[in-house]
């Protein structure tokens, strides 16, 4: 299987578990009485997750190396034109064809999405410290978080395809809202179902969420190299 059709795939699964989410909170099923204490178990499997993301994010390292680009020496190249043997600005190539998933901070070069996904990341993490050991109420008995919270993940899921979010502050909200809205879901769908075993089905959902996240910025790395007239030889088939 291609590369391009196994990210469609995950995709696709992705959006299904989003689509079986959603049905959970319209019809949840009856409660059960969990031998462990539910809100614990879950709080603290969530809080890990949103921690390695944030420490992901921060430290791209292993991100630049799924996205399959190499450390290179070369020059920075100007507008669209890449430079050979290109090296790296955070995860992605220094060039111009990729100036709006980047942008300099007091000569610190970072990633817009991995920013996004950070403080997203230590918003949800927030979030879950609050309701799950807090029992603090999120925003209320309502289902309208949910709903906030699946739009987030499903722009996070598609702003690289079909919406095409290409602007710098489009990709760091698409991206926070990505992290944010995972939280809102899971907060929900637990208040709705106090279910573990549909608890720990949302984990691994989640979980699919950020493998999915990773393919989709790995496939839009190698099409905008892809379609570039000057390739400096970090595109990966």
């Known amino acids: 299987m291609s590369s391009t059709l196994l990210t469609g795939f995950l995709v696709a699964v992705s959006l299904f578990g989003l689509a079986v989410s959603a049905a959970t909170v319209l019809q949840p099923p009856p409660g059960s009485a969990d031998p462990l204490p539910r809100k614990i178990v879950v709080g603290l499997a969530f809080s ?3 921690v390695l993301g944030v420490v992901a994010a921060i430290r791209p390292g292993p991100c630049s190396r799924l996205a399959g680009f190499r450390s ?3 020059p920075p190249a100007q ?3 890449p ?3 290109a090296k790296n600005e955070g995860h992605h190539p220094c060039c111009g064809a990729f100036r709006t998933h980047v942008f300099a901070i007091q000569g610190q070069t970072l990633c817009v999405g991995c920013l996004g996904l950070s403080i997203g990341g230590l918003a949800a ?3 879950a410290v609050l309701y799950f050991f807090g029992d603090y109420d999120i925003w209320g008995h309502g289902i309208l978080p949910f709903w906030l919270g699946a739009m987030g993940v499903a722009v996070g899921l598609l702003q690289f395809w079909p919406l095409g979010l290409d602007r710098k502050a489009l990709r760091f909200l698409a991206s ?3 992290a944010l809205g ?3 879901i899971v907060s929900k769908v ?3 179902a106090q279910s573990l075993a549909v608890d720990l089905f949302l984990m691994l959902l989640v979980g699919l969420w950020i493998l999915t996240r990773i393919a989709l910025s790995n496939w839009d790395h190698r099409r905008i190299c892809g379609s570039c007239t000057r390739p400096c030889g970090q595109a990966r088939s």
């Open 48 to 50: 890990a997750i949103c």
């Open 72 to 74: 290179g020496g070369g």
């Open 79 to 81: 507008a669209n034109e």
């Open 83 to 85: 430079a050979a043997g």
């Open 125 to 127: 993490l927030a979030g």
């Open 176 to 178: 926070a809202s990505f």
């Open 182 to 184: 995972a939280f809102l």
């Open 190 to 192: 637990d208040e709705l």
